[in-house]
């Protein structure tokens, strides 16, 4: 990358790759992608290889998040140099061959930008999950997705956190994007939540296409959700969860939640308030797949990113 008179000139995005199914039981993605396979018209785009792609081809066929392990965590250094011996778990096998096939992650080899889908069963609406404050092409893209879908809204999730990061299947790109789109049940298609993964993704492709032309995006901003903190349960010294979700806090994924407020509520009756000293915003709320990694909700802090200006560099 380089800037001159605050302009960042960046290199050609000319590999794209859009992953279904790195849980295989979240639809949208899955049946976009297999229908993008056979009929790529819809998403193809001037001087862009685009690739739709099944990530985890056996736990679609059986409907589940996953065989041996979660596929969306598998994308470590160790997994990766791992040798390929018998007995590997599915996951890891794949998460190799992923990186083969649009990697290998951090080398300059890697595909440009992998958009991966997923669905949650949490009330999030349409959201972007980012990896880094400072990718300039991902936060120059997201506002442009959220100025096209207005006056619908779409939330940005900022996954950096030094604690809190884990090792995602899009993470072998040059720039990561993930998608979340819901509420919707496991193994289940909602015609809205599927329509609005499929306007995103031409939005985002839309930008992609225009960046590669020599269109110039000027400076702009970015509102964030930036992780901060997952929170648990509460549980019973055999490690059984004691409480549900507070049905005040129920289905207010982006809410904002206050010292005081209700957060849980046990199984005999009592309400357990949050204990925080500064104002959150809850998401993934009582997301079903998060029961297995003890996890109620996951608490943000709103922040604004600025961008520059970029534009492609020219050879």
Known sequence: MSSRTNVSCLHEAKRVAIFGGTHGNEMSGITLVNMWIQNSAEIERNGLLIKPFISNPRAVEKCSRYIDTDLNRAFTPENLSAPDVEGLLYEVQRAKEINRMFGPK???????????????TSNMGSTLILESSTDLFNLQMVHYIKKAMAPHTCSVLLNEHPQLKYSTTRSVAKHPVGLEVGPQPQGVLRSNV??????????ALDFIELFNSGVEFPPCTVDVFRVQERMDYPRDTNGNITAMVHP????CDWEPLNRGDPVFLTFDGRTILYEGANTVYPTFINEAAYYEKQQAFTTTCREILAANAIRKAFK
Do not use: C, P
Request: proline share 0%; net charge negative; aromatic share 10%.
């Open 106 to 120: 951090g080398s300059s080899d890697a595909y440009d930008v992998i958009f991966d889908l997923h669905n949650t």
């Open 194 to 203: 599927f329509e609005s993964m499929r306007t995103i993704l031409k939005h």
């Open 248 to 251: 005040h806090l129920q289905d």
